[in-house]
């Protein structure tokens, strides 16, 4: 069974293609999301992410406080080093108990938005990004979250250029509005058959 990591940077459209993969009945792991669930059941990591980023990441007992804590993190890559550290191996060891459960496919899909900072296409038999133009995958970002651009564009400041991550990964998906992204998914499908 082969491992097929899915990323993109802030707004590309990473998890409109997951989608389509899953339609086409593949088995889809949103790192994001298991980093979300991770961040409020794991109580050692909970502790942990207190201990370094103050008691006010969290409130009403295990409840992430994500603003305050995306406004420390984006805007220090040091203090964006020191919670990828605390929880990019807890996500790691659940991708694997879920991957290890998943019998009779022939791949699965791993989405991550830093696949490459993180290093965990290592783990991956292939890679694919899904790129957009910067302005246009900012303006998604507001429209669906409510945020400013300088929000958005911190975010997208503080992970790779999408041409460094183009020469890591092994197929590009472009997300222009232009080209169609449905035909683009179904030809590596075939592929991964
Ligand atoms: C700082 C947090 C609480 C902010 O939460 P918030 O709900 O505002 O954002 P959310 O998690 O939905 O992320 C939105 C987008 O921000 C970008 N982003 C998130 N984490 C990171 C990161 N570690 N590095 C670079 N960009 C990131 C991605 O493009 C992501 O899709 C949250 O992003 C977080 O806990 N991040 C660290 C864990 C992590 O790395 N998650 C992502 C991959 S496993
Ligand atoms: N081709 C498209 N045309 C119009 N809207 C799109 C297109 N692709 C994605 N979107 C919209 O843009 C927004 C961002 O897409 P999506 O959530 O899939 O991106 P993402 O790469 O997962 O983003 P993030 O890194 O922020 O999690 C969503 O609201 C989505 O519906």
Request: net charge neutral.
């Amino acid at each position: 069974m082969l491992k097929i990591g899915l990323t993109g940077n802030i707004g590309s459209g990473k998890t409109t293609v997951a989608k389509v993969f899953e339609v086409l009945g593949i088995p889809v792991f949103y790192a994001d999301d298991a980093a979300k669930q991770i961040m409020v059941t794991d109580a050692e990591l909970i502790e942990e992410v207190k201990r370094t980023f103050g008691n006010s990441a969290y409130s009403n007992g295990n409840q992430l406080n994500r603003k305050y804590l995306a406004d420390i993190v984006f805007a220090d890559e040091n203090e964006l080093t020191k919670l990828n550290a605390l929880v990019h191996p807890a996500v790691f060891r659940a991708f694997d108990v879920w991957a290890s459960k998943i019998k009779k496919v022939p791949y699965v899909v791993k989405e991550a938005a830093i696949l490459f900072e993180s290093g965990s296409y290592k783990m991956c038999d292939y890679s694919i990004m899904v790129s957009a133009p910067l302005d246009m995958r900012l303006g998604r970002v507001m429209k669906r979250d409510g945020i400013t651009y300088e929000e958005a564009a911190r975010r997208e400041a503080r992970q790779y250029p999408e041409n460094e991550k183009a020469k890591l990964a092994s197929y590009t998906i472009t997300n222009d509005g232009h080209q169609l992204v449905i035909p683009q998914v179904l030809a590596l499908h075939q592929q991964f058959l």
